[in-house]
Protein backbone atom coordinates (compact mmCIF):
# COMPACT_ATOMS: atom_id res chain seq x y z
CA UNK A 1 0.00 0.00 0.00
CA UNK A 2 2.91 2.32 0.95
CA UNK A 3 4.60 1.65 -1.99
CA UNK A 4 1.56 2.30 -4.40
CA UNK A 5 1.12 5.87 -2.12
CA UNK A 6 4.60 6.37 -3.12
CA UNK A 7 4.42 5.88 -6.56
CA UNK A 8 0.96 7.69 -6.90
CA UNK A 9 2.84 11.01 -5.40
CA UNK A 10 5.57 10.79 -8.11
CA UNK A 11 3.04 10.47 -10.86
CA UNK A 12 2.18 13.85 -9.43
CA UNK A 13 2.56 17.13 -11.88
CA UNK A 14 4.99 19.52 -10.15
CA UNK A 15 3.61 22.51 -9.75
CA UNK A 16 4.93 25.32 -12.25
CA UNK A 17 7.96 27.48 -11.65
CA UNK A 18 7.52 30.91 -11.00
CA UNK A 19 8.69 32.32 -13.82
CA UNK A 20 5.99 30.06 -16.23
CA UNK A 21 3.28 31.95 -14.04
CA UNK A 22 5.21 35.68 -14.97
CA UNK A 23 5.50 34.28 -18.19
CA UNK A 24 1.86 33.54 -18.88
CA UNK A 25 0.80 36.65 -16.79
CA UNK A 26 2.81 39.05 -19.43
CA UNK A 27 2.13 37.40 -22.28
CA UNK A 28 -1.89 37.36 -21.53
CA UNK A 29 -1.16 40.97 -20.58
CA UNK A 30 0.21 41.87 -23.97
CA UNK A 31 -2.12 39.62 -26.24
CA UNK A 32 -5.30 41.84 -24.26
CA UNK A 33 -3.83 45.05 -25.18
CA UNK A 34 -3.07 44.41 -28.46
CA UNK A 35 -6.64 43.42 -28.97
CA UNK A 36 -8.33 46.41 -27.24
CA UNK A 37 -5.51 49.28 -27.36
CA UNK A 38 -4.45 50.31 -30.22
CA UNK A 39 -0.65 50.93 -30.75
CA UNK A 40 -0.25 54.46 -30.50
CA UNK A 41 2.29 57.42 -29.19
CA UNK A 42 0.28 56.92 -25.59
CA UNK A 43 0.27 53.43 -25.24
CA UNK A 44 3.88 53.02 -27.35
CA UNK A 45 5.94 52.96 -24.04
CA UNK A 46 3.67 50.82 -21.91
CA UNK A 47 3.83 48.40 -24.51
CA UNK A 48 7.43 48.51 -24.98
CA UNK A 49 7.54 48.18 -21.41
CA UNK A 50 5.46 44.68 -21.72
CA UNK A 51 7.45 43.15 -23.99
CA UNK A 52 10.71 44.28 -22.18
CA UNK A 53 8.83 42.28 -19.20
CA UNK A 54 7.48 39.16 -21.36
CA UNK A 55 11.82 38.99 -22.48
CA UNK A 56 13.14 39.11 -19.35
CA UNK A 57 10.93 36.20 -18.21
CA UNK A 58 11.88 34.50 -21.24
CA UNK A 59 15.42 35.30 -20.87
CA UNK A 60 15.13 33.69 -16.81
CA UNK A 61 13.04 30.73 -18.31
CA UNK A 62 15.80 29.79 -20.43
CA UNK A 63 18.36 29.87 -17.60
CA UNK A 64 16.55 26.81 -15.77
CA UNK A 65 18.34 23.82 -16.41
CA UNK A 66 14.50 21.80 -16.64
CA UNK A 67 13.55 24.12 -18.98
CA UNK A 68 16.61 23.76 -21.34
CA UNK A 69 16.10 20.00 -21.43
CA UNK A 70 12.54 20.09 -21.92
CA UNK A 71 13.31 22.48 -25.08
CA UNK A 72 15.90 20.61 -26.73
CA UNK A 73 13.77 17.13 -26.35
CA UNK A 74 10.92 19.17 -27.94
CA UNK A 75 12.71 20.76 -30.98
CA UNK A 76 13.81 19.09 -33.69
CA UNK A 77 16.15 20.68 -36.75
CA UNK A 78 13.34 22.26 -38.39
CA UNK A 79 11.68 23.40 -35.22
CA UNK A 80 15.44 25.21 -34.13
CA UNK A 81 15.87 26.63 -37.06
CA UNK A 82 12.20 28.30 -36.77
CA UNK A 83 12.99 29.38 -33.68
CA UNK A 84 16.49 30.76 -34.52
CA UNK A 85 14.98 32.41 -37.70
CA UNK A 86 11.95 34.43 -34.73
CA UNK A 87 14.51 35.41 -32.98
CA UNK A 88 16.52 36.96 -35.83
CA UNK A 89 13.95 38.16 -37.36
CA UNK A 90 12.64 40.19 -34.13
CA UNK A 91 16.10 41.82 -33.91
CA UNK A 92 15.69 42.76 -37.65
CA UNK A 93 12.74 44.63 -36.81
CA UNK A 94 14.06 46.76 -33.85
CA UNK A 95 17.09 47.35 -36.28
CA UNK A 96 14.92 48.87 -38.66
CA UNK A 97 13.14 50.51 -35.87
CA UNK A 98 16.23 52.15 -35.18
CA UNK A 99 17.93 52.97 -37.88
CA UNK A 100 14.70 55.02 -38.69
CA UNK A 101 14.18 56.75 -35.65
CA UNK A 102 18.18 58.03 -35.58
CA UNK A 103 17.37 59.08 -39.26
CA UNK A 104 14.61 60.90 -38.04
CA UNK A 105 15.83 62.41 -34.95
CA UNK A 106 18.53 63.84 -37.49
CA UNK A 107 16.55 65.28 -39.75
CA UNK A 108 14.83 66.88 -36.83
CA UNK A 109 17.28 68.32 -35.62
CA UNK A 110 19.23 69.83 -38.47
CA UNK A 111 15.37 71.41 -39.07
CA UNK A 112 15.13 72.92 -35.65
CA UNK A 113 18.63 74.35 -36.15
CA UNK A 114 17.24 75.88 -39.04
CA UNK A 115 14.64 77.52 -37.46
CA UNK A 116 16.53 78.68 -34.35
CA UNK A 117 18.66 80.49 -36.22
CA UNK A 118 15.74 81.84 -39.18
CA UNK A 119 18.76 81.01 -41.60
CA UNK A 120 17.95 82.03 -44.92
CA UNK A 121 14.77 83.41 -44.07
CA UNK A 122 12.05 81.58 -45.76
CA UNK A 123 13.83 80.33 -48.72
CA UNK A 124 15.94 78.66 -45.81
CA UNK A 125 13.15 77.56 -44.35
CA UNK A 126 11.42 75.88 -47.49
CA UNK A 127 15.20 74.27 -48.30
CA UNK A 128 15.22 72.68 -44.97
CA UNK A 129 11.59 71.95 -45.15
CA UNK A 130 11.98 69.60 -48.54
CA UNK A 131 15.23 67.79 -47.21
CA UNK A 132 12.97 67.10 -43.98
CA UNK A 133 10.32 65.68 -45.84
CA UNK A 134 12.87 64.11 -48.06
CA UNK A 135 14.29 62.09 -45.52
CA UNK A 136 10.62 60.83 -44.04
CA UNK A 137 9.59 59.33 -47.54
CA UNK A 138 12.95 57.39 -47.34
CA UNK A 139 11.95 56.32 -43.84
CA UNK A 140 8.43 55.78 -45.12
CA UNK A 141 10.12 53.60 -48.07
CA UNK A 142 12.09 51.51 -45.86
CA UNK A 143 9.15 50.43 -43.62
CA UNK A 144 7.24 49.74 -46.16
CA UNK A 145 9.79 47.17 -47.57
CA UNK A 146 10.09 45.98 -44.03
CA UNK A 147 6.33 45.37 -43.68
CA UNK A 148 5.95 43.68 -46.75
CA UNK A 149 9.29 41.26 -46.64
CA UNK A 150 7.46 40.04 -43.10
CA UNK A 151 4.11 39.41 -44.51
CA UNK A 152 5.86 37.30 -46.95
CA UNK A 153 7.51 35.89 -43.75
CA UNK A 154 4.17 35.70 -42.40
CA UNK A 155 2.48 33.45 -45.49
CA UNK A 156 5.44 30.97 -45.14
CA UNK A 157 4.90 30.55 -41.87
CA UNK A 158 1.42 29.83 -42.41
CA UNK A 159 2.20 27.37 -45.13
CA UNK A 160 3.91 25.46 -42.60
CA UNK A 161 1.41 25.55 -39.85
CA UNK A 162 0.85 22.01 -40.13
CA UNK A 163 4.24 21.44 -38.10
CA UNK A 164 3.18 23.78 -35.14
CA UNK A 165 3.25 22.20 -31.92
CA UNK A 166 -0.30 21.82 -30.48
CA UNK A 167 1.30 21.59 -26.90
CA UNK A 168 0.04 25.13 -25.52
CA UNK A 169 2.40 24.50 -22.19
CA UNK A 170 5.47 23.30 -23.59
CA UNK A 171 8.77 25.60 -23.28
CA UNK A 172 8.47 25.57 -27.62
CA UNK A 173 4.78 27.13 -27.29
CA UNK A 174 5.92 29.83 -25.19
CA UNK A 175 8.75 30.71 -27.11
CA UNK A 176 6.37 31.05 -30.23
CA UNK A 177 3.67 32.84 -29.11
CA UNK A 178 6.19 35.78 -27.47
CA UNK A 179 7.97 36.06 -30.70
CA UNK A 180 4.41 36.43 -32.00
CA UNK A 181 3.04 39.01 -30.26
CA UNK A 182 6.43 40.88 -30.29
CA UNK A 183 6.48 40.40 -33.57
CA UNK A 184 3.04 41.77 -33.86
CA UNK A 185 3.78 44.68 -31.81
CA UNK A 186 6.81 46.06 -33.36
CA UNK A 187 4.84 45.96 -36.95
CA UNK A 188 2.64 48.02 -35.12
CA UNK A 189 5.85 50.54 -33.94
CA UNK A 190 7.06 50.45 -37.48
CA UNK A 191 3.33 51.98 -38.77
CA UNK A 192 3.06 54.39 -36.47
CA UNK A 193 6.50 55.81 -36.97
CA UNK A 194 5.80 56.15 -40.58
CA UNK A 195 2.08 56.83 -39.99
CA UNK A 196 1.08 54.15 -43.20
CA UNK A 197 -2.66 53.63 -43.03
CA UNK A 198 -2.88 56.18 -40.63
CA UNK A 199 -3.41 59.70 -42.23
CA UNK A 200 -6.25 60.90 -44.86
CA UNK A 201 -6.85 64.22 -46.57
CA UNK A 202 -9.57 64.88 -44.13
CA UNK A 203 -7.86 64.43 -40.68
CA UNK A 204 -4.40 66.18 -42.33
CA UNK A 205 -6.25 69.03 -43.04
CA UNK A 206 -8.17 69.19 -39.91
CA UNK A 207 -5.34 69.42 -37.83
CA UNK A 208 -3.50 71.91 -40.19
CA UNK A 209 -6.64 73.99 -39.75
CA UNK A 210 -6.51 73.87 -36.10
CA UNK A 211 -2.51 74.83 -36.21
CA UNK A 212 -3.37 77.80 -38.35
CA UNK A 213 -5.47 78.94 -34.88
CA UNK A 214 -2.50 78.69 -32.67
CA UNK A 215 -4.93 80.15 -29.77
CA UNK A 216 -7.62 77.38 -30.13
CA UNK A 217 -4.63 74.65 -29.81
CA UNK A 218 -3.88 74.29 -25.96
CA UNK A 219 -7.28 73.93 -25.14
CA UNK A 220 -8.56 72.02 -28.51
CA UNK A 221 -5.88 69.23 -29.63
CA UNK A 222 -6.27 67.47 -32.71
CA UNK A 223 -7.64 63.69 -32.59
CA UNK A 224 -5.83 61.97 -29.29
CA UNK A 225 -4.15 59.40 -31.38
CA UNK A 226 -2.46 61.18 -33.84
CA UNK A 227 1.10 60.69 -33.96
CA UNK A 228 4.08 63.01 -32.55
CA UNK A 229 5.33 62.07 -36.64
CA UNK A 230 2.09 63.55 -38.04
CA UNK A 231 2.11 66.30 -35.65
CA UNK A 232 4.87 67.84 -36.82
CA UNK A 233 3.98 66.86 -40.59
CA UNK A 234 0.98 68.78 -40.27
CA UNK A 235 2.56 71.52 -38.61
CA UNK A 236 5.34 71.68 -41.02
CA UNK A 237 2.76 72.07 -43.80
CA UNK A 238 0.89 75.03 -41.75
CA UNK A 239 4.08 76.18 -41.40
CA UNK A 240 4.99 77.03 -44.99
CA UNK A 241 1.34 78.07 -45.38
CA UNK A 242 0.86 80.59 -42.30
CA UNK A 243 4.44 81.09 -41.45
CA UNK A 244 5.31 83.46 -38.48
CA UNK A 245 1.56 82.70 -36.88
CA UNK A 246 2.38 79.11 -36.15
CA UNK A 247 6.13 79.25 -35.63
CA UNK A 248 6.03 78.94 -32.23
CA UNK A 249 3.54 75.81 -32.20
CA UNK A 250 5.94 73.92 -35.12
CA UNK A 251 8.80 74.36 -32.84
CA UNK A 252 6.68 72.75 -29.62
CA UNK A 253 5.68 69.88 -31.78
CA UNK A 254 9.49 69.56 -33.12
CA UNK A 255 10.47 68.85 -28.91
CA UNK A 256 7.43 66.70 -28.21
CA UNK A 257 9.06 64.48 -31.01
CA UNK A 258 12.29 64.63 -30.36
CA UNK A 259 11.20 63.49 -26.66
CA UNK A 260 9.35 60.75 -28.24
CA UNK A 261 12.05 59.86 -30.70
CA UNK A 262 14.60 59.32 -27.71
CA UNK A 263 12.37 57.48 -25.28
CA UNK A 264 11.22 54.92 -27.66
CA UNK A 265 14.66 54.38 -29.04
CA UNK A 266 15.80 53.92 -25.38
CA UNK A 267 12.33 51.10 -24.90
CA UNK A 268 13.75 49.60 -28.07
CA UNK A 269 17.35 49.33 -27.38
CA UNK A 270 16.38 47.76 -24.00
CA UNK A 271 13.99 45.41 -25.81
CA UNK A 272 16.90 44.28 -28.24
CA UNK A 273 19.24 43.50 -25.42
CA UNK A 274 17.02 41.11 -24.09
CA UNK A 275 16.18 40.05 -27.55
CA UNK A 276 20.35 39.10 -27.42
CA UNK A 277 19.99 37.17 -24.38
CA UNK A 278 17.39 34.96 -25.45
CA UNK A 279 19.03 34.03 -28.67
CA UNK A 280 22.30 33.34 -26.96
CA UNK A 281 20.89 31.43 -24.67
CA UNK A 282 19.12 29.52 -27.19
CA UNK A 283 21.99 28.75 -29.61
CA UNK A 284 24.07 27.39 -26.37
CA UNK A 285 21.31 25.04 -25.65
CA UNK A 286 21.15 24.01 -29.29
CA UNK A 287 25.08 23.91 -29.38
CA UNK A 288 24.73 21.23 -26.58
Known sequence: MAAIIHTRCNSLPSAPHPFVSQFEDNLQRLKGSEATTLFSSSSASHKLDGLQDLHECTC???????EQQALAQECDNKRVDDLLEGSLRLLDICSTAKDCLMQSKESLHELQSIIRRRKGGDTGLAVAAAKYSSSRKIIKKAIRKALENLKATKKEDIASSSNKDNNNFSMLSFLKEAEEVTQSSLESLLILISDRKRRTKRNTWSIISKLAQPKRVECDSPESDTSEFEMVDAALQSLTIHKASSIEYFQSQMENLDMFIQ???????????????????????FSQ
Do not use: A, G, H, W
Request: net charge positive; no cysteine.
Open 263 to 285: DLELRIEQLSRKLIRSRVSLLNI
Open 60 to 66: KLLQLPT
